[in-house]
């Protein structure tokens, strides 16, 4: 493996509102590529979903994107499929990612977005882009964003010169 391939940068961006965490996700979606894969972590309420809203919003996706913790996967169509994973409720979080599909929806021809994706984290592909969301307060989160692989860098460059902009 190529040291390019195992370079790990990250960015951290702080949001003061819902609509700010929507419009991080809204530049992260004009960016995001096939196979990408988007590993979300943070406890309740710190955004998670409201960042895949944004992010499907940026692939002009239509349709509402709720949690889908009951359903473990919503799919939407856009510039590119979604596929919205949450592992939620998994009791053995990894096996049971891989026997409903996880491994299939990883890599493909759509953008994958795992919510609790650190209760999955064996499952996951090498290469992809890490999102911590924390809660500073009320309002405020802090996401911390890590790129693992060179498709993800790129990816994570494009969205700090998207932010600074």
Do not use: C, N
């Not at 809660?135 to 600074?164: I, K, P, S």
């Amino acid at each position: 493996m190529s040291d390019e391939l195992l370079a790990v940068s990250t960015i951290e961006i702080t949001s003061g509102s819902p609509a700010a965490t929507q419009a991080v996700g809204q530049r992260l979606g004009g960016l995001v590529q096939p196979g990408d894969v988007l590993a979300l972590s943070g406890d309740l309420g710190a955004g998670k979903t409201t960042l895949v809203q944004g992010i499907g919003a940026g692939l002009g996706v239509h349709e509402q994107i709720t949690s889908p913790t009951f359903t473990l996967v919503g799919e939407y169509d856009g510039r590119l499929h979604l596929y919205h994973v949450d592992v939620y409720r998994l009791a053995a979080a990894t096996a049971e990612a891989l026997a409903f599909g996880l491994d299939d929806l990883l890599g493909g021809d759509g953008v994958t977005v795992i919510e609790w994706a650190d209760l999955v984290a064996p499952a996951l592909p090498a290469d992809r882009l890490d999102v911590q969301l924390t809660w500073l307060d009320e309002q405020t989160r802090r996401l911390v964003f890590t790129a693992h692989g060179a498709r993800h860098a790129e990816l994570l460059r494009g969205l700090g010169q998207e932010t600074t902009a």
